[in-house]
């Protein structure tokens, strides 16, 4: 289960580079909606897993 915070905690970094960074101009707003999604299901992801231990 922490294998997929992991996971979702990097494609946040990768979204958060093209919004944020101003790769992607067209999709910054995509992109930066993205981040936080994956934020929160990272820190989601990692609290579940903690809680099973």
């Known amino acids: 289960m922490l ?3 992991v996971v979702f ?6 979204a958060a580079l093209f919004g944020f960074g101003g790769i ?7 992109a930066k909606i993205l981040f936080f999604v994956f934020v929160v299901l990272a820190v989601v992801t990692f ?3 903690l809680m099973r231990r």
């Open 47 to 49: 609290l579940v897993g």
């Open 9 to 14: 905690f990097v494609i946040a970094l990768v």
């Open 3 to 5: 294998h997929y915070a």
């Open 24 to 30: 992607a101009a067209g999709a910054a707003g995509i």
